[in-house]
């Protein structure tokens, strides 16, 4: 195929691709009300998108969670679900944080949260993959940095599992009832 062919080629392939986009049925997280799409957003006054976790986040110091705030959540959202990963870790994804059957009409998370397997007003926090409850912070070998997704789930439904779920748990219960979900990244090097 030549030069000029590959390239008809290419931008046809993308026309599909934009045409079957456009087809695509109503996100659930759309609002009842006026069809306005609720854009939901996470951030922390710790650090922003894409920049370094401030060491006291991690495990070279005091190894507190960030505080972290959302807007944006779809009308019908029931709940809240927080996971926290570093895909870069070398033995695969490694879970700093799990946190789920958070109310709905909570917007934001402390800097700071406790390890307790329940607490009012934040919800259930689940084991990580240091087999501890709650939240720890980055910790990776000496080398690039790592990067580090806190994830951000509105669900449609209420999960109820056991105090101390795993990140494999929450998400089998989170299935089908995702109403919108975003992502702060956070890197850390040692």
Known sequence: MNKKAYLHFVM???SLSLASSACKPEDKGEE??????????????????????PRRFTCDAENLSPSLT??????ETRQFTL???DPDAPRGTWVHWVVYAIPANVTSLPEGVTK???IEDVGKQGI?????????????????????????????TE????LGATKAEVEEAMR???????????????
Not at 70 to 75: E, K, L, M
Request: glycine share 10%; aromatic share 14%; proline share 8%.
């Open 116 to 118: 307790m397997a329940f």
């Open 32 to 53: 009842a009300n006026g069809g306005v799409k609720m854009d939901l957003h996470l951030r922390s006054n710790d650090f922003n998108e894409n920049e370094t976790i």
């Open 128 to 156: 990580n993959d240091f087999q501890e409850i709650g939240y720890d912070g980055p910790c990776p070998p000496p080398g690039p940095a790592h990067r580090y997704f806190f994830k951000l789930y509105a669900l449609d």
């Open 83 to 85: 996971i926290v990963d």
């Open 159 to 162: 999960i109820d599992l056991p």
């Open 70 to 75: 959302w807007s944006g959540a779809p009308g």
């Open 176 to 190: 089908d009832h995702i109403l919108s979900s975003t992502q702060l990244v956070g890197y850390y090097s040692r």
């Open 12 to 14: 046809f392939l993308m």
